[in-house]
């Protein structure tokens, strides 16, 4: 039995749930500002009373949290990490023992040695010399910032028992803005014996210790992330990514997944701003203070392509003329030039890079996530059989996009059930408009026990680079426009509204728990998002954290919703789609509190005004929204009743929400929840390229607000067939 079986079928189905907050707040992601507010007396033991306590067994690691300091420009807090870790929060620290950190300073130290070696006698160019920082093998050499860069790696702002903890990725960055990634590894194939394993390089031998300010998990190897950028870490496993990586360097497209981050003077990165309708006691809202640019690499191993006949750079030209050679053919002008965004060896690579980064857990789409009441299982209804789905723009031309599932439903191939499937086809896999593409839809994210397993890798394999992951793929992905348009994307698109925009995900804002001690939300300043723009100063957008919402007040598809308030004019860019025709629509939550916006599509004005006020607060909504239960209708007329109030509710330009997404505990979906609503903002030709809707309100009142919480974006083929009606999930 493969590795990816066993740990399915003995580990996933009654281990696996999602991360969870022990106990105690959860403060900002980039961790330094830290409020003492909440300091409290212990009268167990802290996380530094127990590794104290154990100094046989950490006092190398005490010795550099007692060195290692933070210090931001927002932060009440400064001092030792000691100090920090001995006093107030939650906490899980990867604690790695004393022979952890002697043999970690050794091999880092011999590293430093070997490259710096190499350079002097030129046989390793500049560019692939990486000082380790660590030039010494003993720990009173090391420098404060080398041990303020170990102790941050080593420490996460939420407390995580290894029974709550999914595939892929904590969900919550280490103090150093890094993500830990994790996998299980069967050490017992007949006792179902596993082990968490780090980064691909450090196990947790003692799991769950629980202190009174979080969690000490006890690792055999100091954690250290990759310093390399996405291509140089694709780079650094050519020996089974070769044809690949070799492709990425010779289209140039390396150069342009190299940056990682933007600095903008023109935003207050981290400052705390007041919100519009503050209320007494509200915290204010956070200006993000980070501005990554990230990206997901869907590689495509050797042995992937070999399994497709591709056994050279040659072979893979010869694979990306035949699917993307209708325009650049040979014959025309400069069709040898690769670095060409038109060249076809150029356009299948740029499929497989996703313009944000993605953990495989909590990131393809939203499944093991929890916050708060929040719980992505009931709240998406995973745990009814509803399949998650996301949809992302990749670097290939107008943002072709790509979409990603995970089946709970059987699906017509067994193995891909509860993965991570790109590109699913229609009625759960089994439809190809194009026979030819058979091998090139469904493919799958690998995890990375199945990748080495299938690689024959012995040893690390790092995913996180700087700027980005890498996600092995067990296909080659090809973006056809007929396949995607008569198949993959022949159905209601619906994107949660924060999906539009990947510096929501790359900044850790969306789907985080986004409350502190000093702040609740976040304000998303000009400039910020590239596919943002505020026409009118006084447009100020703050995200919304999931919740998990109740029926009478915040009824959200995934939780979680952008507001905009004040006098605003905004718009923004809706993802890219095949050209055709489309019916587009607004997702939200009707609110006394909302006020009304004139819609404009590329410019022109798009109807009357939507109003997002409820029934009690309009008449206008009372009148066309004209909100009933189907219990209610079923009891007066069946399932015929219910049918015509759905026609007569369209007719008046408004939808019930989805069956397929609930609040509270998960007994209600939004289609039952009479605040939440889909408002049809008109059927538009969508050609190929940028298109960009507008809201303008036409209310003087600065304390009215227009709420996003998700899109819609409908072939007009799929309203129009009466042979398959639009379904209500």
Not at 88 to 100: C, I, L, M, R, S
Not at 203 to 210: A, V
Not at 390 to 400: A, H, R, V, W
Not at 482 to 505: S, V, Y
Request: aromatic share 12%.
């Amino acid at each position: 039995m493969s590795l990816k079986k066993f740990i399915c079928r003995n580990i996933l189905g009654g281990f696996v749930a999602a991360a969870i907050c022990l106990s105690g707040f959860v403060s900002q992601s980039c961790s330094d500002d830290i409020d003492q507010s909440n300091r409290y007396t212990f009268t167990g033991e802290t996380v530094v009373d127990y590794l104290k306590n154990r100094q046989d067994s950490f006092s190398n690691f005490i010795s550099i949290l007692d060195r290692a300091t933070i210090s931001r420009a927002n932060s009440s807090f400064a001092g030792s990490l000691t100090h920090l870790l001995g006093t107030y929060g939650t906490y899980t620290v990867f604690a790695p023992t004393n022979d952890a950190v002697t043999t970690h300073l050794k091999e880092q130290y011999e590293k430093y040695i070997a490259d710096s070696t190499a350079l002097s006698l030129g046989q390793i160019d500049s560019v692939d010399y990486h000082d380790t920082g660590i030039h010494s093998p003993y720990l009173e050499d090391l420098s404060d910032s080398m041990c303020s860069e170990i102790a941050k790696n080593h420490i996460i702002e939420k407390g995580y028992m290894t029974f709550d903890l999914a595939e892929g990725a904590f969900p919550e960055p280490n103090l150093n803005d890094r993500y830990i990634t994790l996998y299980w590894v069967v050490t017992d194939s007949v006792s179902g014996t596993v082990r968490i394993k780090l980064n691909d390089s450090s196990f947790i031998t003692g799991s769950d210790n629980e202190v009174e300010n979080g969690v000490v998990q006890i690792i055999d190897r100091v954690l250290s992330p990759s310093t390399a950028l996405l291509p140089d870490l694709l780079k650094s496993y050519e020996d089974k990514f070769s044809i690949f990586s070799g492709a990425i360097t010779k289209t140039g497209i390396d150069s342009r997944i190299r940056q990682a981050k933007i600095e903008d003077p023109t935003i207050e990165y981290g400052a705390l701003k007041n919100r519009e309708w503050q209320a007494s006691g509200a915290k204010p809202a956070l200006i993000p203070e980070t501005h990554y640019v990230k990206f997901t690499l869907l590689a495509v191993p050797d042995t992937v392509f070999y399994q497709n006949g591709i056994y050279s750079e040659e072979d893979l030209i010869n694979f990306a003329n035949y699917w993307y050679g209708e325009k650049y053919h040979e014959g025309t002008p400069n069709y040898d030039d690769f670095k060409s965004p038109e060249n076809p060896l150029y356009r299948f690579l740029a499929y497989h890079i996703i313009d944000r980064q993605l953990q495989y857990s909590g990131g393809f789409v939203m499944n093991e996530i929890k916050i708060g009441s929040f719980d992505s299982k009931v709240q998406m209804g995973q745990d009814k059989g509803y399949d998650s789905y996301e949809y992302f723009e990749t670097l290939l031309g107008n943002g072709k996009p790509i979409k990603s599932t995970m089946p709970f439903t059987p699906s017509y191939y067994p193995e891909l059930t509860n993965q991570i499937v790109l590109n699913y086809a229609q009625e759960n896999g089994k439809v190809f408009y194009n026979p030819e593409l058979r091998k090139h839809i469904n493919i799958r994210v690998m995890p990375v026990a199945e990748f080495k397993e299938l690689a024959g890798i012995e040893g690390e394999f790092r995913q996180e680079a700087i700027n980005g992951m890498i996600h092995p793929v067990s296909g080659m992905l090809v973006y056809n426009n007929d396949e995607m348009k008569g198949n993959i994307l022949n159905e209601r698109m619906r994107w949660n509204f924060m999906a539009f925009f990947p510096e929501l995900t790359n900044n850790n804002i969306r789907w985080a728990q986004g409350y502190g001690t000093k702040w609740e939300y976040y304000r998303i300043p000009q400039g910020y998002c590239k596919r943002i723009k505020f026409n009118a100063s006084q447009s100020n957008m703050y995200y919304l954290y999931p919740h998990a919402g109740s029926d009478a007040s915040w009824a959200d598809y995934q939780g979680d919703e952008i507001i905009t308030a004040g006098n605003y004019d905004f718009e923004y860019r809706i993802p890219h789609v095949p050209a055709g025709t489309y019916e587009l629509r607004l997702g939200t939550c009707l609110c006394d509190t909302r006020g009304i916006g004139q819609v404009y599509v590329d410019g022109k004005v798009a109807g009357i005004p939507v109003d997002l006020r409820t029934e009690s607060g309009s008449e206008l909504v009372r009148q066309r929204f004209a909100f009933e239960t189907d219990d209610n209708l079923m009891r007066e007329g069946g399932e015929e009743a219910i049918e015509d109030d759905d026609k007569a509710r369209r007719n008046r330009g408004y939808m019930k929400g989805p069956a397929s997404a609930f609040v509270s505990s998960g007994s209600i979906s939004l289609r039952n929840s009479f605040n939440s609503a889909r408002i049809i903002i008109g059927t538009f030709q969508l050609t190929e390229g940028d298109h960009w809707i507008r809201f303008k309100t036409v209310l003087e009142d600065p304390a009215t607000e227009f709420m996003h919480n998700y899109f819609e974006i409908v072939p007009r083929s799929i309203i129009t067939n009466t042979a398959k009606p639009e379904d209500k999930n």
